[in-house]
Structure formats: structure tokens, C-alpha cells
């Protein structure tokens, strides 16, 4: 595990191709890349779009144009634009289709003999997201990507971003260790990928035949994907492709030197480009600003357990770190990068941060009054969950619906709408349920060697960060993450 030439000076003159580019995490990367080492050859980034012009357009608009890229803006001045196409190049394409999608034959001949590092970013991260789209994208997309790396000829590098959570509901200490080929986690025999991709075109030849409407379709692929997950061990269709995913790519990838990140929960920037920069809500930050609009009385947690929780920016300098560190060795090597080790977080501390924060920084709502919050009920279960929802909501609601039969069904439209956002919230906690109370705590052995030995370089120390025993967690949520979810997520 060497730095010969630094991490910075690595990154010179290197080709790196990106997909996913248009997610959270790829935009950090690329960010980072352009501000540390502006003389990197080419960043190629792969954008799903209709046509080139609309690709464009996105990387535009949600990549270069966010707040994210204004430190860059103030560092370059009106040279940025003329760095950003000199070095970026737009990619037409989607990870679900074979040589990416790309049917650019001249431009495909210059990724493969120009491309260094691949950064495979792209995923579906919806928790019961339809099971075929989260089979293309999570588990044969990363396949795919593996494929063209395969063609790239001067290939240093392939680093495939994935989730802590692969690892489902176990508990105890987590090693980073690898998936065998069809390993379940539950023991059951038979997980076979390329059967799950048959199964999954079975079923729809099966719906198209019954004549099945389109949200039929959707909703008999979303159950399919989270019966499959549980009948081997995962909780949810997300975490169990991508556990298929890096099955395909980890026992497929021959010699290519193959790195795997498995950041836990992802939350704000802890600093750079600033702090408080964050794209998206996690389940934490949607009971956040539920509780913060008074729409929300209650939160889920034991106090025996964590939450593991990290900072945007320590993932992307881990995956740069790693990266450069096992550049041209032949071998695979998986990093967790959270916080349970070092520097956990325990759940009603976080609840006390969010009941302080609205306390002193009460939202405003429509009609311009302050939100008074009151201290909210910490339900320890699901199960206390669903007592409370019941005792508070179900019945209450049961009875109205009964008074108003009674009354010439003049709420009706009401009662529908109640039950509606009563079963939406009963679903959600079923889908958060594994990490809200998670019981697991991620070893992160191999990631602490690398910390070790970017602490021992001096003068990129600093640069990159991604220890999170520095972060303090109340000025963090207090003055970091707490603003930062409510400045890019609050809708009315």
C-alpha cells in the first residue's frame, strides 16, 4: 500500500470514465478531481438522455450548474467553462445496454484505448424499486460496465460504489469480505442471477399475456423484487441487486484490479467543497422534516443500537484514495466506509440535535406562524410503532369514517385521502425498519490502513479526510447537515 507519487500527482494526466454521473456521490467526485488536479486528462461522463443535445443539457444543469461546482467558479474564474471542455466529455449512454450505449463507434474506440480509471457510481437506489429495472441497473448494469472495462486497454483501475447494506439485517461486526457466486444470506440454496433475469422476463411475458394494464405491471414487478429478496435473506429489492451486483462483478473481473466501496449512510458534506451540500432526503432526513413541519409526533429508535452515518465528502475522498492506492494490482479489495467503528451515533442523541434545532430555528409555515414542535415519543419497535399508529391514527380514523356513514358520506374524499397517507407511512417504516434498527457494527480494518497511511502524508492529509473520529456530531448536525436537508429538500 504505496504512495509513490501522491494522490494528487496520481490523477495527472489520467482518463477517468464515470457513470451515474447526474447522482450525488459521482457529482463529489468529479468536483473533487477538477479542483485537486485540474491537469487530469479527460473526465468521461456517462449521462442517460434522449439525445446528445439533451445530455448536454443535463450535465449542465445537474451537474456543472449546481452550488456545488461555485468554489470551482471562484477558484477559475471565467476559465472554468473552457477547463470543463477541455477535460469533460458528455457520454451519451445507460449502463443497461451493452458497451453502455453507446453507438458512437469513433467514440468508443477512444474510450477503450484512452481510458485509465473506471468509477462505476450508477445504481437505483429506490428500497422496492421495480425488480427489473433494479436487475438491469444494480446487477447486469455493473456487469456491463465490468464488460467495457474488460475493452479498455490501458485499464489501471475498475471501482465500484456500493452499499454497507449488502450485508442485509446481520448483526454483530461486518467484515469487508466479498460475495461468493449465488451466496444467499440466509443459507437458502438456488440464488442464481441470470435465472432471476429469466424469471423477471417470465413474469412479464406471463402479464403481457393476461393483458395486464401498465400499473398492474408495476406492481406485480415491485412485489416480485422484494419476495426474491426475502426468500434469500435480504430485506428489500435495492441492497439484494446490489449484493447481485457485486457478485457479477467481484467473480468475473478477472485480473483487472478491482476496488469495491461500501459507504453506510450518506448524509451532508462534512466540509468540502462546503459543508451542508447534499442532493436527496435519507430516511433520517424525511423524519426530520416531517417532525420539523409538525406533521410528525414520533421517532423510531433503541438506544442499544447506532446509526452509522457519513459525510458525502469522506466517501469520495476514500474512493480516491483507495483508488490510486491499488491502481495496477491485479486484485480485489472492499472498503466500508461509515462511522460505527470510530465514531458511532446513538439514536436518541439524534433525536435530541432535530428537537434543539426546530426549538431555536422553528420552519414557517404557509401562513408565515413558526412550527412549535414538542418533544417527540421515541417508539423503541415496530411493533410500538404500530400501536401508537393504531391508537392515535387507525382508530380515530375508523371511527370518523363510521360517523361520517352516518352523515351522508360528506367526508368521504377525506377518509380516503387519511387512509391513503396512513398506509403510506405504515409502508415506509417497513422499508426503514432493517436500518432504523439496524444491529450490526461495519469492521473497517482495511479502510483504517488506508486512514493510517494518508495521516503519514503530511501534505495531502488534510486534502483527503475521511476519518470520522474529527467529525463532532452536534456541531455537525446542529450547523451542518440539520440546514443543509431543509436548504435542498423543504417543499411545502
Given at each position: ?419 391513503r397517507k396512513i398506509k403510506f407511512v ?27 497511511r494518508m495521516k503519514s502524508i503530511k ?34
Amino acid at each position: 500500500m504505496e504512495f509513490d507519487d501522491g494522490i494528487v500527482d496520481s490523477l495527472e494526466n489520467k482518463s477517468i470514465f464515470v457513470t451515474g454521473s447526474t447522482g450525488f456521490l459521482a457529482k463529489l467526485f468529479v468536483e473533487k478531481v477538477l479542483r485537486v488536479q485540474p491537469n487530469v486528462k479527460k473526465l468521461y461522463l456517462l449521462i442517460r438522455a434522449s439525445d446528445t443535445k439533451s445530455a448536454t443539457e443535463r450535465l449542465h444543469d445537474e451537474v456543472i450548474g449546481k452550488e456545488l461546482f461555485q468554489v470551482l467558479r471562484e477558484k477559475y474564474g471565467g476559465d472554468l467553462d473552457s477547463i470543463i471542455t477541455k477535460k469533460v466529455i458528455t457520454v451519451l449512454g445507460d449502463v443497461i445496454y451493452g458497451n453502455m450505449g453507446v453507438h458512437n463507434s469513433e467514440l468508443l474506440e477512444k474510450m477503450w484505448k484512452d481510458i485509465d480509471i473506471i468509477v462505476n457510481v450508477a445504481a437505483n437506489t429506490k428500497f422496492d424499486e421495480r425488480y427489473d429495472v433494479a436487475l438491469d441497473v444494480n446487477s447486469f448494469g455493473s456487469k456491463n460496465v465490468l464488460d467495457f472495462a474488460k475493452k479498455c486497454v490501458k485499464l489501471e483501475m475498475f471501482l465500484h460504489v456500493s452499499t454497507a447494506y449488502v450485508c442485509g439485517e446481520k448483526s454483530g461486526l461486518i467484515q469487508e469480505k466479498p460475495f461468493q457466486m449465488g451466496e444467499a444470506l440466509n443459507g437458502t440454496l438456488g440464488l442464481d442471477i441470470q435465472q432471476e433475469q429469466r424469471l423477471v422476463q417470465d413474469t412479464l411475458n406471463e402479464l403481457q399475456a393476461l393483458k395486464a394494464t401498465k400499473e398492474e405491471k408495476r406492481l406485480a414487478m415491485k412485489e416480485l423484487g422484494m419476495k426474491r429478496a426475502r426468500l434469500y435473506g435480504w430485506p428489500n429489492t435495492y441492497v439484494f441487486t446490489k449484493a447481485m451486483g457485486e457478485m457479477l462483478v467481484g467473480n468475473l473481473r478477472g485480473n483487472l484490479p478491482l476496488v469495491i466501496i461500501r459507504p453506510t449512510v450518506v448524509t451532508s458534506t462534512y466540509k468540502e467543497p462546503f459543508p451542508g451540500w447534499i442532493e436527496g432526503a435519507r430516511h433520517i432526513d424525511i423524519l426530520t422534516i416531517g417532525y420539523g413541519k409538525g406533521k410528525l409526533t414520533c421517532f423510531l429508535g433503541d438506544p442499544t443500537l447506532i446509526l452509522d452515518l457519513i459525510p458525502g465528502d469522506m466517501v469520495v475522498n476514500a474512493m480516491i484514495v483507495a483508488m490510486v492506492t491499488h491502481l495496477n494490482q491485479s486484485s480485489e479489495h472492499i472498503y466500508h466506509v461509515g462511522s460505527s467503528m470510530k465514531n458511532p451515533v446513538n439514536p436518541y442523541v439524534f433525536v435530541d440535535y432535530v428537537y434543539d434545532y426546530f426549538l431555536k430555528n422553528p420552519l414557517i409555515s404557509k401562513d408565515g406562524k413558526p412550527i412549535k414542535v414538542k418533544k417527540p415519543t421515541i417508539l423503541t419497535s415496530v411493533a410500538s410503532f404500530q400501536s401508537y399508529m393504531t391508537l392515535h391514527y387507525i382508530l380515530p380514523l375508523k371511527v370518523f369514517a363510521l360517523l361520517n356513514a352516518l352523515c351522508c358520506d360528506y367526508s368521504r374524499q377525506t377518509c380516503i385521502d387519511m387512509n391513503r397517507k396512513i398506509k403510506f407511512v405504515m409502508s415506509l417504516v417497513e422499508l426503514y425498519a432493517p436500518y432504523i434498527f439496524f444491529k450490526g457494527i461495519f469492521d473497517d480494518l482495511n479502510t483504517e490502513k488506508l486512514r493510517v497511511r494518508m495521516k503519514s502524508i503530511k501534505s495531502e492529509a488534510d486534502t483527503f479526510y475521511f476519518d470520522p473520529k474529527c467529525i463532532d456530531w452536534d456541531d455537525y448536525f446542529i450547523n451542518i447537515h440539520l440546514p443543509g436537508v431543509l436548504k435542498y429538500n423543504l417543499k411545502w
